[in-house]
């Protein structure tokens, strides 16, 4: 063995142990002044200004050429102004449709709770009836579970959150709607309606009805040629119309499905929509 590598190798060694000692004794320095090194802290209840401003701040880097300065949407992504954080960090993470996933590589935990806060805290825009109608399905389920809540109607708040789970996958909002049947189940129809709104992320469009939703629904299910989701719709439809007898678009959309000619379904139900 040479002796000039020995003495290398010893002199790196001692610098290693004193760096050691050093970082050793950094760490055991009192750490009272600084906070708890736990995961993360939870969200406030009130989310800061100052955190709000950082959330700004982020979303222009990030976000704005997709959604807008103000969250209002342009072409290439849909507005997102007022949507709950919930809504927001579930669709940053693990998003469906054409937008990008922010990874937590890329952003992290606490900047993804400023950037929700952020979008929450913008006012959110009145959905415009044309636009409703391509929300994704399980938002119009909410927003029947939400009628059905003001309505005081338990068990059909209950009957659409159970349709919805069959368009969820994400487990965030699977226990959500999980918490909202929970809630109805015990009769507090008053938390069941705000975990519904947290799910939906925005507010339901104002004025439309029941069967309007139902009509959109079955417009849907005959375009994903799902006979038994189409009648489904239909039928409830029918019952939710004040009219006395079924209109007549009804009667043969339901005879052509029967027959399987979606084709010929979608043009009566055409009629109903603009009806
Ligand atoms: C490359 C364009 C693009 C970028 C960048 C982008 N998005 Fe999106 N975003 C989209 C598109 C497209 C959708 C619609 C996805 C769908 O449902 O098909 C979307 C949907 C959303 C939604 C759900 C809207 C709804 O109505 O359901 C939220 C919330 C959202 N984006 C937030 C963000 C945030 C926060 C950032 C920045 C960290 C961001 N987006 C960056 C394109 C983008």
Same mark, same amino acid.
């Given at each position: 063995?040479? $002796?000039?590598?020995?003495?290398?190798?010893?002199?790196?060694? @001692?610098?290693?142990? =004193?760096?050691?000692?050093?970082? #050793?004794?950094?760490?055991?320095?009192?750490?009272?002044? +600084?906070?708890? +090194?736990?995961?993360?802290?939870?969200?406030?209840?009130?989310?800061?200004?100052?955190?709000?401003?950082?959330?700004? =701040?982020?979303?222009?880097?990030?976000?704005?050429?997709?959604? @807008?300065?103000?969250?209002?949407?342009?072409? #290439?992504?849909?507005?997102?102004?007022?949507?709950?954080?919930?809504?927001?960090?579930?669709?940053?993470?693990?998003?469906?449709?054409?937008?990008?996933?922010?990874?937590?590589?890329?952003?992290?935990? /606490?900047?993804?709770?400023?950037?929700?806060?952020?979008?929450?805290?913008?006012?959110? $825009?009145?959905?415009?009836?044309?636009?409703?109608?391509?929300?994704?399905?399980?938002?119009? !389920?909410?927003?029947?579970?939400?009628? =059905?809540?003001?309505?005081?109607?338990?068990? *059909?708040?209950?009957?659409?959150?159970?349709?919805?789970?069959?368009?969820?996958?994400?487990?965030? !909002?699977?226990?959500?709607?999980?918490?909202?049947? *929970?809630?109805? =189940?015990?009769?507090?129809?008053?938390?069941?309606?705000?975990?519904?709104?947290?799910?939906?992320?925005?507010?339901?469009?104002?004025?439309?009805?029941?069967?309007?939703?139902?009509?959109?629904?079955?417009?849907?299910?005959?375009?994903?040629? *799902?006979?038994?989701? /189409?009648?489904?719709?239909?039928?409830?439809?029918?019952?939710?119309? /004040?009219?006395?007898?079924?209109?007549?678009?009804?009667?043969?959309?339901?005879?052509?499905? /029967?027959?399987?000619?979606?084709?010929?379904?979608?043009?009566?139900?055409?009629? +109903?929509?603009?009806?």
């Amino acid at each position: 063995m040479k $002796p000039g590598v020995c003495c290398r190798s010893s002199a790196f060694a @001692g610098a290693l142990s =004193a760096i050691l000692v050093l970082s #050793l004794a950094c760490q055991s320095q009192p750490t009272a002044s +600084l906070p708890p +090194l736990v995961s993360e802290p939870p969200m406030p209840m009130t989310p800061s200004a100052a955190m709000i401003a950082e959330g700004k =701040a982020l979303y222009a880097k990030s976000c704005v050429t997709c959604h @807008g300065p103000n969250g209002e949407g342009t072409a #290439l992504g849909p507005k997102v102004a007022g949507h709950s954080a919930l809504a927001t960090k579930t669709q940053v993470r693990n998003p469906r449709g054409e937008m990008p996933a922010f990874p937590q590589l890329q952003l992290s935990e /606490a900047h993804l709770e400023q950037l929700a806060s952020y979008l929450a805290s913008l006012a959110p $825009p009145q959905t415009p009836a044309q636009q409703w109608e391509q929300a994704p399905t399980e938002n119009i !389920y909410y927003w029947m579970a939400m009628a =059905a809540v003001k309505a005081n109607d338990t068990p *059909d708040a209950q009957h659409h959150l159970r349709d919805s789970l069959v368009y969820i996958d994400k487990p965030e !909002y699977r226990a959500g709607v999980n918490k909202a049947l *929970d809630l109805l =189940a015990t009769g507090n129809t008053h938390d069941a309606g705000h975990e519904i709104e947290e799910l939906v992320g925005t507010p339901a469009p104002s004025g439309i009805s029941l069967p309007r939703f139902h009509i959109v629904l079955t417009m849907r299910a005959l375009k994903a040629r *799902d006979a038994g989701e /189409a009648t489904h719709h239909l039928k409830h439809f029918q019952t939710r119309t /004040a009219l006395k007898e079924t209109p007549t678009p009804v009667i043969r959309a339901l005879d052509f499905i /029967a027959k399987s000619d979606f084709h010929e379904a979608e043009h009566e139900v055409d009629k +109903l929509l603009r009806g």
